[in-house]
């Protein structure tokens, strides 16, 4: 815990059909994509980062119910506001809109935006964690890649299960700190703890500088990782990374 500071489609791409190359190991392999009407599949996930403040709106038209407003800047750390998006559709004036996961209790919380006030591109990568078997798995186009053991909530303060994205990758000034070399915020918060180390009690990946405890049901709420998985992670994914937490 860190305190505050389906079934494939096809993908329509303007003005090409196109297999973008998308180098691995770099944050910025992501290729730029217009998506029309359609959605992410299971091996291509789409990331949003926010260009202008926005309004978040109950469906993917104008007049719909605002519920929200978004900010260029994370709620972290003030990086740049990359979401996860769910889905895309037109309005019917042909207006093309995000259906995003927001970084806001319940941790179900999406809503629409206007596709001219984000930026979005392309990953192949998407992170599950198995709670049960205390195990991360990084994915590439739907195969494993990567995996890690690690530690995760006890039974009072459980890590919560659900889809997720990656919210801000944050470089962590003491490498060999508690939280190790990197803090790569979730879209998720507890549900039992509404305030944790004077935040909102949002969870995360991180690494740590208790490796003996790996593999253990010990933390508040967060996946803490060997510092090697953290550093991997931060150096392969981008924000709006999906990340799915089964049981």
């Not at 509404?194 to 967060?222: E, I, K, M, N």
Request: contains cysteine; charged residues 20%.
């Amino acid at each position: 815990m860190i305190g505050w500071r389906s079934k494939p489609v096809a993908l329509w791409v303007a003005g090409a059909a196109a297999a973008c190359a998308i180098a691995t190991g770099t944050s910025t392999a992501a290729s730029p994509v217009v998506p029309v009407a359609s959605r992410p599949t299971t091996t291509e996930a789409w990331t949003a980062r926010v260009l202008l403040p926005v309004h978040t709106r109950s469906a993917p038209k104008e007049s719909a119910k605002k519920t929200g407003k978004l900010s260029v800047h994370a709620p972290y750390n003030g990086g740049p506001h990359v979401l996860l998006v769910l889905n895309a559709s037109r309005d019917d004036r042909g207006r093309v809109w995000y259906r995003v996961r927001l970084p806001k209790r319940p941790n179900d919380a999406a809503g629409w935006i206007p596709a001219e006030a984000v930026q979005v591109k392309r990953t192949p990568y998407r992170i599950t964690v198995r709670l049960g078997a205390r195990r991360v798995e990084l994915l590439r186009k739907g195969r494993v890649v990567d995996r890690w053991t690690a530690a995760v909530g006890t039974s009072a303060n459980p890590t919560p299960v659900g889809r997720f994205a990656i919210s801000e990758i944050v470089k962590q000034a003491r490498p060999g700190g508690f939280f190790g070399p990197y803090i790569l915020t979730l879209t998720a918060h507890s549900a039992n703890l509404s305030d944790f180390d004077g935040g909102d009690g949002r969870v995360a990946l991180h690494g740590t500088s208790l490796p003996d405890l790996l593999g253990q049901a010990v933390s508040h709420g967060c996946v803490r990782l060997p510092n090697s998985a953290a550093i991997t992670l931060a150096k392969t994914i981008p924000a709006g990374t999906p990340v799915d937490i089964l049981s």
